[in-house]
């Protein structure tokens, strides 16, 4: 095992350890050498105060044998001590988290048979987190140790799912390391306890579609299909996510494998296709167009259909060619109202959207004088909208420079709303 230094800036020493003794530097030269003989006649002459000696952040020598890669005390010390295997430091890492950051990624690290027996000694360790809720297979998977990685989720397979503070699992991990070592491979070949209960946490299939991984995706499907519908609190379920960034070839093999999900809405209330007309993202609105040709049916909790959403965010290049579809798919659309009352038209005018509403009014099939249900048209709306942003305009120029700079930062709004209307 590689050297690993230990940290020894005396301002991290928790204060639970600043009345521990501190190991001294003949442990350290033994440890550091692996002189077996010369540790256990010291530790005969401080036998009762082997499991409290530490270092300034809280390393027993147990963990300091684990970072010099010392076999034969490593073995003594969990023979001898086994609350050293489930002591914590000052991070509250075990010695089996240092273990898991031994490794180089770029070289096959086998676990000595002392950290294998240390594991079999007490396997509780495996689940211990650190400050950062990482497990020692986390850290393992971050490392990119993937022989200890793969021993211990052959021991304990439940922890490929057990997530850090970030939500993130060795499995999400393995995922966004791009399949390091093949650490995936073995992951998944993993029998959860629950059986194929949905894990909490962030997705491995969103992880693999933020790679534009095809193949991860791939390897996830063949072995874990299930994983496919879990969903993302923001970023909803695998086909919102690949529809809002785009990514073609993952919306194609995640409709064949995954079809439902173009039937869910996410937390917004948009189903996937509004996601990709909310992009402009004309490719992927083709391919569910091709394989649901009944966009009308579509309709977010505002309802609101793909021509509304695309209007809204000035989506032109989605607004031509949905225009230019089939006029028996179109015509449910030019002028459907929303819950609001609200046609794609309103939408563009109310949002500022100049070039959206051109395409629209220039369509005969437009309907321009429909009123939503605050009994106004696209053109009161715009109007209206004119006439708020006059008044902002002179009441900010009879402003000073500081009162300007003031009043921008208050009136800040998210491009979803606006002051006067709701839709």
């Not at 991990?173 to 894990?199: C, F, H, M, Q, T």
Request: proline residues 5%.
């Amino acid at each position: 095992m590689d050297r690993v230094e230990i940290n020894i800036d005396q301002n991290s020493i928790p204060r639970d350890h600043m009345t521990i003794s501190m190991i001294d530097s003949q442990f350290y030269k033994c440890v550091r050498r692996d002189n077996i003989e010369d540790f256990k006649s010291r530790v005969l002459l401080q036998k009762h105060l082997i499991e409290k000696l530490v270092t300034p952040c809280g390393n027993t020598l147990l963990h300091v044998a684990v970072s010099y890669g010392s076999d034969e005390i490593i073995a003594y010390l969990t023979k001898e001590f086994p609350v050293l295997i489930t002591t914590q430091n000052s991070q509250e890492d075990t010695v089996l988290h240092l273990a898991a950051r031994e490794g180089k990624a770029e070289e096959d690290t086998v676990p000595s048979h002392a950290i294998k027996s240390l594991v079999e000694s007490n396997p509780s360790v495996v689940r211990m987190t650190n400050e950062k809720g990482n497990t020692p297979l986390h850290e393992a998977v971050i490392k990119g140790n993937g022989e200890l990685a793969i021993f211990l989720a052959s021991k304990d397979p439940e922890v490929a799912y057990y997530n850090n503070k970030n939500g993130r699992s060795p499995l999400y991990l393995a995922v966004e390391n791009g399949n390091k070592k093949g650490i995936l491979d073995d992951l998944l070949k993993s029998k959860r306890e629950d059986g194929d209960a949905l894990p909490k946490g962030k997705s491995p299939v969103h992880a693999a579609i933020e790679r534009r991984d095809i193949g991860i995706l791939k390897k996830i499907v063949e072995a874990k299909p299930e994983l496919l519908r879990l969903t993302d609190e923001e970023l909803g379920n695998s086909l919102h996510y690949a529809s809002s960034i785009g990514f073609l070839e993952g919306v194609q093999f995640l409709l064949d494998k995954f079809l439902n999900g173009a039937y869910e809405r996410n937390s917004e209330g948009n189903y996937p296709i509004h996601i990709a007309c909310k992009n402009d993202y004309v490719d992927v609105v083709k391919e569910y167009l091709d394989i649901f040709p009944y966009p009308k049916e579509f309709l977010n909790k505002k309802g609101q259909n793909i021509l509304h959403v695309a209007a809204k965010y000035g989506n032109c290049n989605v607004i031509s060619y949905i225009l230019k579809q089939d006029p028996k798919l179109v015509e449910p659309l030019v002028n459907a109202t929303d819950k609001f009352g609200n046609t794609p038209l309103h939408l563009a005018a109310c949002f500022g959207r100049p070039m959206a509403s051109f395409l629209l009014v220039r369509d005969n099939r437009v309907e321009r004088f429909i009123v939503n249900n605050e009994n106004w048209t696209p053109y009161d709306l715009v109007e209206q909208q004119s006439k708020i942003v006059e008044e902002e305009f002179d009441k900010r120029y009879e402003m000073t420079a500081v009162e300007r700079q003031q009043f921008d930062s208050k009136k800040s709004i998210p491009a979803d709303e606006t002051k006067v209307f709701t839709f």
